[in-house]
């Protein structure tokens, strides 16, 4: 990962002091220029803490394909949104019977803005089969197909079935749940978990995510590469697109509304220009992130290139909003 910071003023405040008087040294907040290394064909997804400005985590987005949520007494499972996975789901059929994939129904994906409106839902029995759409792969290949069914599961733990659609390599897994990470991610080729940050502390995932339109558009789903939020964590955004960056300041932020939608930020701070044939930035969005200390920063994207202009370098300015 490359990540630059900039140091872009050091300001020296002199205050005149009666006699006796300590004089109290403010420590400004720097303002930091910050690149994520998503690859040119946008293979990473980059794990981020804003106060830190530092990347907490990364893996490969074709590394993991289901995600088992462990919050206590809450059961959800989703599906890699970044690969552009989806979901049909198979009533009245024993697993065994499940060999295609009926047209009759439609694919399902998750909701980008809700962590908890899932294309699988959040209450099974042993009686649903789920076939899953693997996406595609690094290089824009189909990556298959699998089924599933969700056989129990606990407050320690998940297991389903899984095979190919005509019932080779089946196997049962159990995945046991982990308080400290949001969900474990589950690889249903290898049978593996790969590793996840700890809940707490990232607040943006750079990533593609599966993008759903509202309108009656076909596909209403597209793979889009942007920002989702730490949801889950408690992480609120406010959008700004009528103030300059250096204008949005302390005493103003109570005029802000905060909104909690994991695509809150989202992918629309650049557009492609297709008489160019690149991206450019719509450099007069900014961004106001409240972390769960209370504490308030700001973020403008300014690039989407590297220093040798390859694309899936998303880089942003960012600095804290202090009062005073």
Known sequence: MK??????????????????????????SELQITQINLESNYAKQVFYNVKQNSIVSSNTKTDWDLGFGNEEGVFNI???????????????????????????????????????????GNSWDNNITYIIDLGFDIDGNSRGYKKFKVDTFSNNYYIITVSNL???????IQIPKNENVQYSRL???????ISSPNKDDWDL????????????????????????????????????????????IFSN?????????QDIIGYNWKLYDFDNGYYIINSNISYIIKNTEGRYYKLRFIDFYNDIGVKGYPTFEVQEILPF
């Open 3 to 28: 990540k630059y910071f900039y140091l872009i003023s050091t300001i020296l405040f002199l205050f005149s002091c009666e006699k006796g008087e300590i004089p109290i040294n403010l420590d400004r």
């Open 253 to 261: 932020i109570n005029n802000y509304t905060f909104n909690n939608n």
């Open 166 to 172: 005509n019932n080779s390599e089946l196997r049962t």
């Open 205 to 248: 995932l750079f990533s593609q995510y599966t993008h759903l339109y509202a309108d009656s558009i076909v596909p209403p789903a597209y793979l889009v590469t942007g920002t989702l939020i730490n949801q889950k964590r408690g992480i609120e955004v406010a959008v700004d697109s009528v103030n300059t960056f250096s204008d949005i």
């Open 78 to 120: 989703i599906i890699n949104s970044s690969v552009f996975s989806q979901i049909k789901k198979i009533n009245n059929l024993l697993f065994e019977e499940v060999t295609t994939i009926p047209d009759s129904i439609g694919w399902s994906w998750d909701d980008p803005s809700n962590t908890s409106n899932t294309a699988i």
């Open 187 to 193: 690889s249903l080729s290898s049978s593996t978990i």
